[in-house]
């Protein structure tokens, strides 16, 4: 127990004087400023090429979405992620080490023996495809469901819908994803941020208030045109829990043909069945799924 009494002082002081490190000193790696930029460039793209010309600069719920990425990118971290990130990758370890096994012995490769574009592809690949199957999750486990409703109790779609999300999603997420990234290992710094701008700039830009498709590389990333379908409030006969799950890659929605893109989808309406009595502030939306028994 002393252990993971140690964990959780560790997690939060180191986390603490890393956002400090992030806030006050510029790096081609920071987060912190990396967010600010990619936010501002994909925002001056609708600006410029707005796909609704008549939604408004500052769009419904634009302020709070725009909270919730910086809530969720960083303040999350320092509340409850990266205490239970670190306890969860030590139980793993202490669970392997009850049968003298560890993650080494598991490993199939590691990224950084690889070539560096190979490498960085592979780790690419691995956690997206997890990614695309853990949003799946979210929408045919009930209760996750009910979590996920935060993201899609959005009206109007604007960069910043990227982040709206509920606090467990990430939790999920990074449980999920812990094994898999495990079992590749050998990836550093390097490889994650750059897998994680790439995969901030697509999703951003899935959510903006753009009407671009990408041509023919529509069939490998996930863009506006497509993602507007997986928002849609009025799901296809064909499937009952959503449609379009790609994060940053459309191809995994492409070979298991849960793909759908009908037609222009400029002004659906967006939002899921009875979210007219969804709440409409942070806090509420954040105690709904302790709340409802739906």
Known sequence: M???????????SGYWNYLLSEITRFHWENYFYGLILVSLIVWGLELLFPWRKQQKIFRKDFWLDTFYMFFNFFLLNLIVLIFLSNTAEAFFNDILGLVDLHVSNFQLFEVNKLPFGIGLLAFFLISDFVQWNTHRLLHRVPFLWNFHKVHHSVKEMGFAA?????????IVYKSILYIPIAIIGGFNIDDVAIVHFFALTVGHLNHANLGWDYGPFKYIFNNPKMHIWHHAKVLPKHTKYGVNYGLTLSIWDYLFKTNHVPH???????????????????????????????
């Open 2 to 12: 002393e252990k993971y009494f140690d964990i959780f002082k560790d997690s939060y």
């Open 162 to 170: 990227h982040l709206r999300y509920h606090w467990m999603e990430p």
């Open 264 to 294: 222009n989808g400029r002004d659906i309406e967006l939002g899921f069945h009875g979210d007219e009595s969804f709440p409409k502030k942070f806090i509420q939306q954040e105690i709904y799924p302790i709340k409802t028994n739906n």
